[in-house]
């Protein structure tokens, strides 16, 4: 027999209750689980940490695209398309060979959503938000990122609206690599300052 | 409010454990929770600030032992409830048994591309000035609200320089609770880390955040 569909909601209490939650509401015709469908799909399939791989690599490419999204970060991103929910306002930091930004959102899971897509489990639980104001440095070696004792760090604590998206530094020997190359070197961790862009291994695939 | 959710500075949590190659979602309920929580937010029927209310409202035992979609999930129930939408026998039968408010309205299918690619933009008009201009130093008020509010506790009462003037956004302290958008000047303003830690602090730590022009005073 088949075995595609999954067991969860039936051994899961709480996967019990959010299947009770959406029936209730669908009954009383509140919401219709079909647009949940395209939700999902939105951000499983359209929306990821690929979109703001792009912007990083375009500014890495296109100096006056990267003067712009320093400017105005949200028509730049929205130059490339990348617009809407959570990533209405948004704000690009740049790393520098002086300082090193790291994005938290202390609060709640403030997040750039349109460039990143939805946030890892890490970044909205304790652990990280607590600790990534105070002690950046040891949350940074649990990634593998040391950095010089020297480098300047600034945390950015997402407190209001505006949504922030790190440019990493362009890693040396990559000199007249495409877009589309210099992308792959850029994870979401890049992007979030948990991490730094990869560095080259040979020639771009 | 002093709720479980204001977490610069807390100790005790461990370390942060990131997932190598992380799924976006590790049930299937968690997409559902996902859905269910946009489309219900669809309704119109609460704002964002309202929302994050609702989550820092758990009791801290229940916040802390929660996953995020789970903090979602209990927060939409309360949501619903407080607006006509759901009630506790409905959610003990796991079906539909009252009558619900109308909804403004209802989040359809087709039109999530849109709505998702159009987003909730919350800057304002401002009829006032500015107060404050970048490189100004102010002080960040010492205040202990028991409503919602954006200022960390971690930040308050603390000295720093205004580093950017943003734009005017809607009040989060207000507009949480029927009271309005009000939007105010918003301003990125930076810490030394030693401000806020004090001894022992990193001295290569700068720490921002953005705060709402009643937030903060000349210093």
Redesign the interface.
Known sequence: MTHDH?H??EL?P????????????T??????P???????D???TK??PRNGARVVAKAWNDPAYADWLKRDATAAIESLSY???????MQAVFNTEETHNLVVC????CYPW?VL??P???Y????????A?????G?LE??GLTLP??????????????RYLVVPMRPNGTEGWSEEQLAELVSR?AMIG?ALAREPQGEPA | MNGP???????G???????KD?P??????E??????T???G??GAWNIDES?HA??SLHPADY?SS??Y?IW?KA??TL?KRHG??TER??AA???VDA?AT?KR????A???AV????????RPVATPARFRAGDRVRTKNFNPTGHT???R??RGKNGTIEAV??G??FPDSNAHGRGENPQW?Y?V?FDGAE??GEGA?P?????????ESYLEPA
Request: proline fraction near 6%.
């Open positions: 999954d969860d909601n899961d709480f996967a019990a209750r959010v299947r009770a939650l959406e029936t209730i509401l009954q009383k015709g509140l919401i219709d079909a647009a949940i469908d395209v939700i999902v939105t951000y499983e929306i990821g617009t809407g929910r959570q990533g209405e306002h202390t609060l709640c899971s349109s897509g939805l890892p489990v890490w909205k639980a304790p652990p990280y938000r607590s600790r104001v105070i002690d950046p440095r949350v649990e990634f004792k020297d480098k300047k760090i600034r945390v950015w604590d997402s407190t209001a609206e505006l961790d948990t | 959710q204001d977490l610069g500075g807390q100790m949590f461990g370390p942060v454990a990131p997932e992380e976006y979602f590790h049930a299937a309920w997409k559902r929770a996902l859905g269910v946009l489309t219900a669809g309704m994050r989550r820092e802390y996953s995020y789970q999930i939409l129930e619903l939408f759901v409905d959610l796991g079906k539909a619900a909804p209802v989040l359809k299918a039109d999530v591309p998702l690619a159009k987003g909730g933009p919350c800057d954006r200022l960390p971690y930040a943003r734009d956004f809607v918003v990125t930076v806020i830690w990193d290569t730590l700068t720490v921002s955040i953005d705060a709402w």
